[in-house]
């Protein structure tokens, strides 16, 4: 497939890039800095706004589907709600329908948390995840076959393509973790699982 992956940089971003091409696909990445990819010449790296839809279609044009790890720690800047919204305008402007995107698992509604992590992601993420819940809503309420991956605590650990949805009667706590590599195996995975679509599934390590 012909993948665009937005927020290629990030931890995450990084290793879904490396996996993506290691399965056989064409990566473009966009990215703020283009040269932290110059020794991969496997990869497309772009320099694109996130929040301006109208370079975003440029870069999106006759691609597959679109991926995202897009996150910041800066509430004030409103991430995802706003590229989310200039994401679904190119998708729309382009054609292209298939949709993955990875986000913190603090922000499912489907998600069930114990006391002690609650507390921590209100502490911690607080106002990120109301921006997320607001991109959520742009996503969803639009016609592109969408997929949101809810990762549940990101650690560095390798890949070991195991994974599972987390059922929405179990407690998540802090026991609950996912390396960066296995999200971005689930990412790929739901590209061809059309029960996917639609879907926002909490996943963390099997």
Do not use: C
Not at 46 to 69: P, R
Not at 103 to 127: C, D, E, H, Y
């Amino acid at each position: 497939m012909n993948l665009v992956v937005l927020g290629a940089n990030g931890k995450t971003g990084q290793e879904l890039v490396n996996l993506a091409v290691s399965q056989g696909h064409n990566v473009t990445a966009i990215t703020r800095s283009p040269d932290a990819f110059s020794d991969q010449a496997d990869v497309r790296a772009v320099k694109a706004d996130v929040f301006n839809s109208s370079e975003l279609a440029k870069v999106f044009a006759g691609m597959d589907a679109v991926l995202s790890t897009l996150g910041n720690n800066n509430s004030k800047l409103q991430l995802i709600e706003r590229s989310s919204k200039a994401i679904v305008e190119a998708m729309q402007a382009t054609g292209v329908k298939r949709l993955v995107v990875e986000l913190a698992f603090g922000g499912a509604a489907s998600a069930t948390l114990t006391k002690p992590t609650r507390a921590l992601n209100n502490m911690v993420l607080g106002k990120m995840l109301e921006d997320q819940k607001r991109g959520v809503d742009i996503i969803t309420k639009s016609h592109l076959d969408w997929t949101i991956v809810y990762a549940t605590m990101l650690t560095n650990g390798p890949l070991t393509e195991k994974v599972r949805v987390v059922d929405s009667t179990e407690k998540i706590g802090l026991r609950h973790k996912i390396s960066r590599a296995d999200v971005s195996f689930a990412m790929l995975q739901s590209l061809e699982n059309g029960r996917s679509i639609k879907k926002l599934p909490v996943t963390t390590a099997a």
